[in-house]
């Protein structure tokens, strides 16, 4: 059975971190493509950033410069570094994994407010 687990979420300020991770299992992790997606309250979901199986990365404008999407397939784990965060990051964050399938994990919720 496969799992998406997303961490790290919370409250910050604006001007603030946080790291996100998503830890997968039930699949070959190398093998897929991940991607962080984010939705907040009455919109859309929309891809923040992905990164391919041989480590290319894409970010949305809108984060360009302030995240950074990760993987470390020992650990069966990607990442998004978020930093200089901005009261409209404020979504769920949600990890894809795409191959021949795609699963998708429940997400963590990020709050950027003072």
């Known amino acids: 059975q496969v799992h998406l687990v997303e961490s790290g979420g919370g409250l910050v300020q604006p001007g603030g971190s946080l790291r996100l991770s998503c830890a997968a299992s039930?699949?070959?992790?190398?093998?897929?493509?991940m991607t962080w997606y984010r939705q907040a309250p009455g919109k859309q979901r929309d891809l923040v950033a992905s990164i391919t199986t041989g480590g290319g990365t894409n970010y949305a404008d809108s984060v360009k410069g302030r995240f950074t999407i990760s993987r470390d397939n020992a650990k069966n784990t990607v990442y998004l570094q978020m930093d200089s965060l901005k009261p409209e990051d404020t979504a769920v964050y949600l990890c894809?994994?795409?191959?021949?399938?795609?699963?998708w994990g429940q997400g963590t919720q990020v709050t950027v407010s003072s």
């Open positions: 039930g699949i070959t992790f190398s093998r897929y493509a």
């Open positions: 894809k994994a795409v191959f021949l399938n795609q699963y």
